[in-house]
C-alpha cells in the first residue's frame, strides 16, 4: 500500500472519529420529561382551582380544596377513554382550607380558624353536615395560616400554624395568640394537646414510616429549607411560639430567654430608630446544632434542602407507597416547593436512632407553585398548585396535574448512604467502571447556615472533602467513595458529574446529592487497594529540545516601606461594591445623571414597574428598593437572554449564594447586588447605545421565569 493510500486512509479515518465526536457532543441527552410525563387536567371554565388541599378517596376520585373554601369531587381524574375528569361541587363558604385528609366516610380540613369535619350524609353528592371538631384562636393578621390535617397511625390529626409578623418591626415573627408557630394534637373527639413548636411556616407537613415529618423555608432564624421528625416536646428553631411554653398543657420545656441568651435576638434598643437585622459577614457564624449541645429538647434537621438549589418554600411531604409503580424509589420520600415548582426526592435512612439523608431534585416544570400532592390508585402522582400572593416559577394562578413514570430507567443516584469513612452512592442502572472508579468523577463540599434572626442565611463555613479512592462493586450499581474531612451536622454536596452510564455513556440525569451528616455510622473502614504502577518501556533520551534553566539574579534586599492603608475586605464572599456591571458610586468622569429611575418589588415576585424606558447612551442612576419579605436582584440583560441567563443562576449551585445569583455571563450587563427585605441599593449605568427591547430580571433561583420587565431602549 502506498503511502498516499495510507495516509488517505487515515484522513478518512481521523474525520469518521471526529463526526462522531461532533454527534456525540451534539447529542440532546434525555430530560425529566423522558422519564415522568406531566399531564395536565383540565378546570373548566369560571372555577378558580387554587389547590389547598387533596387527597384521593378509596374508589381513586380526587377531593380538592381550594383557597377560596370551595371543596371539589373530581370524577375520572385519570381521564380514562379519552373523556375528561368532571367536576363537582361539594361543599363551599369555608375559610381558606390549606389542608384535607378523609377518615371513616368524612372530610377533615385545616381552615384558618379551625378543624372541621364535613359529611355528606344523605348520599347527594354535597356535604350537609359541618361539625367544627377544634377552634383555635386567631389574631386577624394575614400570615396566621393554617395547614393540615395529617391522620396519625392512632387516627388523631396533626394540624400547624404559621406565625404572624410584627406591625412595626414587620420582618420578626410573632406569636399572638396561643399556639401560632406550634404542632397540634387533635383527637376526632375534640380534645387538643400543644405537640411541638419551633415553626416558622409549616406549609410542609407528613407521614413518614410512622413518624410525624414537618418541613419549613428560609425566614428569620430559618437559614434554608429542610425537614425533620418531630416528637412531642420538640423544639425546631423558630422562637416566636415559645411565648406559650409556661403554660401548663406545653410539653416544650425551653424558655425563649435560652434561646436569646445564646442567639442574639438583636431586637432595635428602646427609643431608637427601628432597623431590621442583616447579616454579619465578618462574624464567626453559629448553626442551630451548637445550641442543640447545650439544649437537647432542639430539634435539627434531618435533611437540609439548600435554599435556590432544592426550593425556596417547603410544602407537601408524601412517601412512595406504590411499590414500584412509580419508578425505582419505592419508599423515599417526595417534598415539594411552591415557590419553584417543582418536586424534590428525599433518601432517608437511620444511624444510631437518629434521621439523616440525601435530597436531590426530581421534576420541574410545573404550571403554577406545587402546594397539596396524593397518589392515585394507578400509582401516579397528582399534583396541586397555586401561586396568588406567592409567586411561583410556573406563572399560571393555580393547576392541578398528574405525574405519571413512563416506565423508561432514568440514570440517578438512587441513595446515598453514610459509610464510616465516606459514603455509598446506589444507582438505578450499572456504571461504567472507568468513569465511577475515577475519584476525578466526584467532587465534595460540606457547609451549614448561621442561625440567626435575619431572613435566612448565607451558605457558612464551607470546606473540601477530598475523595481519597473509590471502589465500584461488581455488578456496577454502587460506588463506594472514601472521603476525608467530613463533618457531622454539616451538609455534604456530592458531585458526581463524571460518572457515566454503563449502557449508552449517558451522564447522570441529575448529577448533586445534598446530604445532610447528623452521625458518622461506626463500622469497618473500606481498605483501598494499592495502586498498581505500570511501568513504561523506556525510550532513547532526545537532548535536542533540552536547555539549560535559566538562573534569576536576586536583587539585593530593599527596606520595607510604611504600611499603607487600604480598604478593608471581608469574607471571601463579600463582592466588590463596584465592579463594571455594578457600580454604586456616580462615576467622576459624569457631570451629571440624565435619567433617574426608581422601582420597587410587590408581593408575588413582581416589580412594580413592568416597563422602564430609557435614551440610547444616556448616563442612568437605577434606584432598585427590595420591599418584599425575601430577597430579590435586578438585572439587567441583552435581548432574548432572561430564559437563559435564568437557568444559569439556577445551576450555579453553592456558588449562587456567594456570587448573588449572577451568572459569569456577558448576557448580563448590569445587575445590582442580592438585596435583603427592606434594603435598597442604586446602580450608575450608561444605556445600551442600540435601540431594542431589554430585559430586567431577578435571577434568584425560581424568580426569573416570571419576575421581569422590560428595559426599552430608543433613540
Known sequence: MSNIIKISLLLILGLVQLSVAQDKENEILPTEDAYYKIIDLPVPE???????????????????????????????????????????????????????????????????????????????????????????????????????????????????????????????????????????????EGEMEPWATGMRSPCGIGWVDGTFFYGDNQGDWMGSGFIMPVAKGDFTGHPAGLRWSGRPESPVKLTTNDIYYRANPRFTPSGQQLFKPENIEDEIPQPLFELAKELPVIKTPAVWLPHGILGISTSEIITDETNGAFGPFAGQVFVGDQGQSKIVRVFLEKVDSVYQGAAFNFREGFKSGVLRMSWGKDGSLFVGQTNRGWGSTGSAAFGLERLIWTGNMPFEMKAVRAMPDGFEIEFTKPVDKVSAADPASYGLTSFIYKYHPVYGSPVVNQQNCPVRGVVVSDDGLKAR????????????????????????????????????????????????????IVAKPEKAMDHSQHVMPKTEKKEPAKAEKPPVDQPKTTSTATKKTSTSKRVTKMPASWSKVDQSIIISTLPGLRYDQKMLTVKAGSKIKLTFYNNDDMPHNIAIVKPGTADVVGKMALNMGLEGSAKGYIPNTDKVMHHSRLMPPGTSESLYFEAPTEAGDYTYVCTFPGHAAIMRGVFRVVK
Open 46 to 188: 369560571g372555577i378558580v382551582l387554587e389547590v389547598g388541599g387533596l387527597v384521593t378517596l378509596p374508589n381513586g376520585d380526587l377531593m380538592v380544596s381550594t383557597r377560596y373554601g370551595d371543596v371539589w369531587k373530581v370524577e375520572n381524574p385519570y381521564m380514562r377513554n379519552g373523556q375528561y375528569p368532571h367536576f363537582r361541587l361539594f361543599a363551599h363558604g369555608l375559610h381558606e382550607i390549606l389542608g384535607l385528609a378523609y377518615q371513616d366516610g368524612s372530610l377533615y380540613m385545616a381552615q384558618r380558624g379551625e378543624l372541621t369535619k364535613i359529611t355528606d350524609e344523605d348520599g347527594d353528592g354535597r356535604a350537609d353536615v359541618y361539625e367544627t371538631v377544634y377552634q383555635w384562636p386567631l389574631s386577624g393578621h394575614y400570615h396566621e395560616y393554617s395547614f393540615g390535617p395529617k391522620i396519625a397511625p392512632d387516627g388523631s390529626m396533626f394540624v400547624t400554624g404559621n406565625v404572624a409578623f410584627g406591625d412595626q418591626e414587620w420582618w420578626r415573627g410573632e406569636s399572638r395568640v396561643p399556639w401560632r408557630g406550634w404542632t397540634m394534637r387533635i383527637t376526632p
Open 481 to 532: 467513595l472514601v472521603v476525608d474531612s467530613l463533618r457531622t451536622l454539616y451538609i455534604h454536596e456530592i458531585k458526581a458529574e463524571g460518572v457515566k452510564a454503563y449502557s449508552g455513556d449517558l451522564p447522570l440525569l441529575h448529577n448533586t446529592a445534598y446530604y445532610t451528616l447528623n452521625r458518622i455510622p461506626e463500622g469497618e473502614k473500606l481498605v483501598l487497594p494499592e495502586p498498581v
